[in-house]
């Protein structure tokens, strides 16, 4: 051994403790000095500096470690890196899902930034590159041309793999074994390891797969050789493991995983490799057999004519994705003891023993044999058919008597295959057909499951689509039950990971009532974030309203139908003169949209001023309008046509409480570029809640104005007398705006959208071209929209925003005085927002207090959210349902939550 310590201080300067590390072939030391901490690393002696160099190159990509310096010491290369502070991955389990896709990611990150590599020492043979390894079956070794190769860091294994303390992926390290390969070895290698230890080891990865898929996205070519990748990586480290330890018998290192891997080889050898693809498939979102599609297709189609199977009238056919819970013998354990197979994946057909059963289509009979004991199939057919493009797929025809039929018979559509079998030789159950239909075998023959794991059914339904689309039955699937992780999940794969979801852990909402919701477990929650549900959740008379209309007549506004002119007359008669003319539309993005549109018309500019921080939907016309989108993480900055203007915040703003001070800015930005359009949130909320310093529309209105421009007022989140004192917000500053916009509240929920304008400007937009929205003001939309201004009106909601509203601002301005955190608090009716600030001089924004005191709230079951520029702002914008009660519960909440930062 080396003095790592001499060396870390002559050559480097670094003076420290020194720890030595271990390794497979090099020396190395964590150095910890005052300047920092270093990874020193002595390289053997006669190492190929070429590969050297390549590491170096990878490193300086990945960017962390980094490294710092690289001399040589009597001969031998000494490399210093920079150290990564967390824990390896061997020392932090047990390993949660989330923590394996963030491995995923991570590990796909990695190669995303090795993807430029480009050096000639990448193609150097290395005895760990398992695309040349000799274990690799060479079946799979020509699948490997069709798949991306790139350099791989290639080792990700539980003591690479660094984990912080927040439990994200501080890194990898050791890139002594970088290679060009097929990119998917990298993801194979951090598969090897990571599965170790676990019951079902496939299932344990799905996460890391699925995580590296979201940063990466894998192609269908990759995933069919991830498994056995997987498998020849483990090989190879037991028989180079054994080489290295009869070379180097004293090195503990070299065995460091081997028993565990040797468990998992032993775990895997009854794993079917087939299925393994499947689940990775469908951990990545793709359907998990490939051919489902065609044969689900065919048999949709009218080429497909299947032939009668049995005799339905006088059965009972159902129980297609049924969950038994009577499936309790050791025929349906699992490898995990914590699941067994229970969701029944045929359609079942009760008829008298001895009852016949027919070939549905034509076929050669796959496999046949008689499995008598208790539980099983008793006589089992299987029949393979084909598509009209090829395809096979298989028909099961279980609970037979004995088969007479031989494997490889061909049979004709509506050929006489057996009759149903007593039960003593059908497995002990009651007379009747297990019919299944299968895209796949999976290589089990007549030993194919007829019942599947709840937590695998996506996969499984792929195996076995609904038999319904050739018995053609009344028989409906049983409707699915799902677990939280396993929506999150299939949410994590099948909808885009732009889609946000609340909360550190999430909640399944599964109901709701007034002010409340309901999840899963039947827990409610009181809700003080949606503001959609105006007139509260599952609201009986909007309800009853949609049903009744749904029911007798839904079509679109080229018909006269007396719903739309009565909503829009009872609209119009909730707004001030010269606004008159109504447009409806589907929601509050397509409203903005429109407004921008009837603007531009009318002014013959394009360009638009709006408020900094402000957010106006999500179409790309609104996104370029809104810089709480544009001006952070992924947006691309201002566009030339959009004017920013300093928003009015009374609380943060440099002028106060000023209005008209404010409006200057208004007036600055319009002498600089021809406008067509100033718009602006009555009170903004993503700038933070605000209700905008005193005078401000007033003012900004009649700058803008002068220069011709149209004011349009976005009601979307503070309309319909969510602000207590006035119906619409605009109407707290006194002005009236040439256009407001709607949405959210205006269909408690349901899609529906308005823009109301002056004739004069509706006149402007007759240019010719016809304006259609083939939803847009439907009878149903229209018949709901009616239903909750009933309600607002009946139950007296502005009013009740009123009276509420004032209770919880003075429950909150007493919170305030409390508890240093709050500085200040604002709004109007129950359109409240808390700012939190660490500082209450300088305004320090609190966001990591804001944050825990969300997920504070939330424990104690009351829902809030956060927002403003540094999102340091407590939401409150319940449904106007809310009672007194509900008020003080939520301030005793809060105040509990602050007590906890």
Not at 472 to 488: I, N, V, Y
Request: proline residues 6%; hydrophobic residues 45%; glycine residues 10%.
């Amino acid at each position: 051994m080396s003095d790592l310590s001499a060396i870390a201080e002559s050559v480097f300067g670094l003076r420290g403790r020194v720890v030595v590390l271990p390794g497979e072939r090099d020396e190395n030391a964590l150095v910890e000095t005052a300047e920092g901490r270093f990874v020193l690393k002595l390289h053997a002696a006669g190492i190929d500096p070429a590969g050297l160099d390549l590491q170096d190159a990878a490193l300086a990509l990945v960017g962390s470690p980094r490294l710092v310096d690289r001399r040589t010491v009597d001969g031998r290369v000494a490399r210093l890196l920079t150290w990564v502070d967390g824990a390896p991955w061997a020392s932090v389990g047990p390993w949660e899902p989330l923590l394996l896709a963030r491995l995923g990611a991570h590990v796909a990150i990695v190669d995303q930034a090795l993807a430029a590599l480009s050096h000639p020492a990448m193609h150097q043979l290395h005895r760990w590159n398992i695309a040349t390894a000799p274990q690799l079956d060479p079946a799979v070794r020509a699948l490997l041309d069709d798949v991306p190769w790139q350099v791989v860091h290639n080792d990700a294994n539980e003591h690479n793999v660094v984990v912080a303390a927040d439990r994200s992926i501080a890194g990898l390290i050791d890139f002594g074994d970088v290679v060009l390969a097929p990119r998917v070895c990298g993801l194979a290698v951090a598969c090897a390891y990571a599965m170790c230890g676990h019951k079902d080891p496939v299932r344990s990865i799905l996460p890391l797969v699925s995580g590296y898929h979201g940063e990466a996205p894998l192609e269908p070519a990759e995933l069919a050789v991830l498994y056995p990748l997987i498998v020849t990586r483990l090989a190879m480290s037991v028989a180079i493991s054994a080489e290295q330890q009869a070379a180097d018998p004293t090195n503990t290192y070299l065995s460091v995983s081997q028993q565990a891997i040797v468990e998992l080889q032993g775990r895997l050898a009854t794993e079917s490799a087939e299925l393994a693809h499947l689940r990775f498939r469908d951990a990545c979102g793709f359907r998990a057999v490939p051919t489902e599609h065609e044969v689900v297709a065919f048999l949709s189609s009218p080429s497909a004519l299947p032939a009668t199977v049995i005799r339905l009238a006088d059965g009972r056919p159902g129980g297609y994705r049924e969950d038994r819970a009577w499936y309790r013998s050791d025929a349906f354990a699992r490898s995990d003891p914590a699941e067994r197979r229970t969701v029944h994946l045929g359609i079942d057909a009760w008829q008298p023993a001895g009852e016949p059963v027919y070939a549905a289509f034509d076929g050669v009979v796959e496999a046949c044999e008689h499995r008598p004991a208790k539980d099983d199939f008793g006589g089992i057919v299987i029949v393979r058919h084909r598509t009209a493009g090829g395809s096979p797929f298989f028909t099961l025809y279980g609970h037979l008597a004995p088969a007479t039929l031989a494997t490889g018979t061909v049979v004709t559509a509506g050929d006489r295959l057996g009759v149903l079998g007593e039960p003593f030789e059908n497995g002990g159950w009651e007379p009747h057909l297990h019919f299944q239909l299968n895209t796949t075998l999976l290589g089990m023959g007549t030993g194919m499951h007829g019942v599947a794991a709840a937590s695998e059914l996506d996969v499984w339904e792929s195996i076995c689509p609904d038999p319904n689309l050739i018995l053609r039955s009344t028989a409906a699937p049983a409707p699915r039950a799902r677990r939280a992780e396993e929506l999150l999940l299939r949410r994590r794969t099948n909808l885009s990971p732009a889609l946000s979801i609340a909360y550190a852990e999430p909640i399944t909402i599964v109901g709701g009532e007034g002010a409340h919701l309901v999840d899963a477990d039947g827990r409610r929650w009181l809700d003080l974030v949606n503001n959609v549900c105006h007139v509260g959740h599952a609201n009986p008379r909007v309800v009853a309203a949609l049903a009744g209309q749904a029911a007798t007549l839904n079509t679109n506004t080229r018909y006269l139908h007396p719903a739309i002119v009565e909503y829009t007359r009872r609209l119009l008669q909730l707004l001030p003169e010269p606004l008159s003319v109504v447009f409806l539309t589907n929601s509050g993005s397509e409203a903005n949209d429109l407004a921008l549109r009837l603007a531009r018309a009318h002014t013959g500019h394009r360009d638009v001023l709006c408020l900094d921080w402000a957010y106006h939907g999500n179409l790309t016309s609104l996104i370029e309008i809104s810089p709480y989108k544009f001006n952070r993480s992924g947006g691309r900055g201002c566009p030339e046509h959009v004017g920013i203007c300093e928003v009015a915040d009374p609380y943060r703003g440099r002028h106060g409480a000023d209005g008209a001070a404010y409006a200057a800015d208004v007036e600055a930005r319009l002498s600089e570029r021809d406008v067509a359009a100033f718009i602006v949130e009555s009170l903004p909320g993503c700038a933070g809640q605000i209700e905008l310093a005193p005078g401000y529309l007033e003012a900004a209105f009649r700058h803008a104005r002068a220069a011709g421009v149209v004011c349009i007022a976005d009601e979307v989140q503070v309309g319909f007398g969510r602000v207590g004192s006035h119906f619409w917000g605009f109407q707290t500053q006194g002005v009236v705006p040439d256009i407001v916009t709607m949405g959210k509240p205006i269909g408690n929920g349901h899609p529906l959208g308005a823009v109301v304008t002056t004739a004069e400007v509706a006149r402007s937009f007759r240019t010719g071209m016809e304006y259609f929205n083939t939803f847009g003001g439907n009878p149903v939309s229209a018949t709901v929209g009616l239903a909750v201004l009933d309600e607002i009106r009946d139950r007296r909601l502005q009013e009740r925003a009123a009276v509420l509203g004032s209770r919880f601002l003075a429950g909150l301005r007493v919170i305030q005085e409390r508890h240093a955190v709050v500085g200040d608090v604002r709004g109007r009716g129950l359109y409240l927002g808390v700012e939190l600030v660490r500082d209450r001089t300088t305004k320090e924004p609190a966001t990591p207090e804001a944050a825990a005191a969300k997920e504070g709230a939330k424990a104690r079951g009351v829902l809030l959210s956060t927002d403003g520029p540094h999102d340091n702002v407590l939401k409150i914008k319940p449904p106007l349902v809310l009672s007194e009660d509900d008020v003080d519960r939520a301030l005793d909440v809060i105040d509990d939550a602050l007590a906890e930062l």
